[in-house]
Each structure stands twice: as structure tokens, then as C-alpha cells.
């Protein structure tokens, strides 16, 4: 039942993320099917390698862990096997916002440093918010449970900083991957990487 309900919450943020951003954008939304498996295949390895990372030394630093898995926990509860499905969605949904931002933010605004204050905001209060309303509903359970109660342990207003940082740091790495001459073998291979990576934390 938890496959289905990250298929579902999957499912519900790359239509509405296309919806939303075909609004603003219309005819002016591309999808160019290799940069969306670059940056989906790029989120995922990078999302799953950060939180495996990041939440422990979070810990190491406060105390105690910012979240917590409640779906097929791996990595001691750091990550969840429906990465796979959720990170790689999300990355579709970075890509279709990317356009949107670019296009519409101002030359001042129009920076990567901007664009990871942006989103630090947006992933953790509608992406991950969401993300728990779905499973909350399916499933009766978080599908990353905070420990901070700040905002109900669906997300945490501690993870905006970390959130801000690492999608900076991604979006140079983005940027840097899209600069290559393009390869068919780079998205499937950085897919792998991530599926790799994430399941060494099930030995």
C-alpha cells in the first residue's frame, strides 16, 4: 500500500507542477525529454546521498534527527526506498519550476543563489506537506515524520536553511551535468547511481 501511495502523491505533483507551470508559462514551457531525465536522474542521487548525510550530522550537531522514514526506512530511517518514485518525481517537478523561474524572475532575482531561497521555501511547505497529506490519508501514517513540531511533523521550518543549501549546491551540479555534450548514457547512469546508493543502506 505504500508503493501506491507514493505512485498516487508521485502521480499528483507532476500533473499539477505541469499544470501550474504551463499556466504561467504556456507555449513557452518546454520539455525537452533529455534535460527532464538529466534533472530527474540528477535530484535523485543527490537527494538520497544529502539526506543519508546530512541527517545524521544534524543530529551529531542538535542532538537529534530533523526526520524520520515511516515508509520502507533504509539508511537507519535517514532515507525511504520510495525515493525512487518521490525524488525522481520531484526532479521532474524542478525541472518544469526551473523554466518558470527563469523565465519570469527579474535579471536582479534571476540567480541560482535566489532560486535556492525560493525553493527552500516551496519543497519543504508544499512538497513535503503534501507529500505527508497523501500518505496520512492512504496509508494513516507519515511518510516523513519530523521530529521538530513546529509544523505538526509534516515538515519543519529547521530544514528551510538545509533545504536552501543543498538545492544550491544541485543546481550548480545541474548546471555543471547540462553543460556536457549530451549522452544517452548519463541520466540512466545517474539513475542507477541513485538506486545503487540507496539501497546499500538495506545490507
Not at 501511495?5 to 520539455?31: D, E, K, P, Y
Not at 518544469?96 to 519543504?124: H, M, Y
Not at 553543460?179 to 538506486?195: N, T
Amino acid at each position: 500500500m505504500e508503493v501506491i501511495a507514493g505512485i498516487v502523491f508521485a502521480t499528483l505533483l507532476i500533473l499539477t507542477s505541469f499544470a501550474v507551470n504551463r499556466r504561467i508559462l504556456g507555449a513557452r514551457l518546454v520539455i525537452d525529454v533529455y534535460r527532464l531525465a538529466l534533472t530527474a536522474s540528477s535530484v535523485l542521487l543527490l537527494a538520497v546521498v544529502a539526506e543519508s548525510v546530512i541527517n545524521p550530522l544534524y543530529a551529531m550537531w542538535v542532538g537529534n534527527k530533523l526526520w524520520e522514514y515511516r515508509a520502507f526506512p533504509l539508511h537507519d530511517a535517514n532515507v525511504s526506498a520510495l525515493a525512487v518514485i518521490v525524488w525522481t518525481a520531484y526532479g521532474v517537478h524542478l525541472y518544469f519550476t526551473r523554466q518558470s523561474l527563469e523565465q519570469k524572475l527579474t535579471p536582479r532575482w534571476n540567480s541560482d543563489c535566489a532560486k535556492a531561497v525560493i525553493i527552500g521555501f516551496e519543497a519543504p511547505f508544499i512538497f513535503e506537506v503534501s507529500g505527508n497529506f497523501v500518505f496520512l490519508l492512504l496509508m494513516n501514517n507519515y511518510y516523513a515524520y519530523y521530529l521538530p513540531d513546529d509544523v505538526f511533523h509534516l515538515t519543519s521550518l529547521r530544514v528551510v536553511p538545509v533545504y536552501m543549501l543543498c538545492i544550491y549546491v544541485g543546481l550548480m551540479i545541474l548546471r555543471s551535468l547540462e553543460r556536457l555534450p549530451r549522452s544517452a548514457i548519463l541520466p540512466p547512469a545517474l539513475f542507477a547511481g541513485g538506486i545503487a546508493y540507496l539501497f546499500a543502506g538495506s545490507v
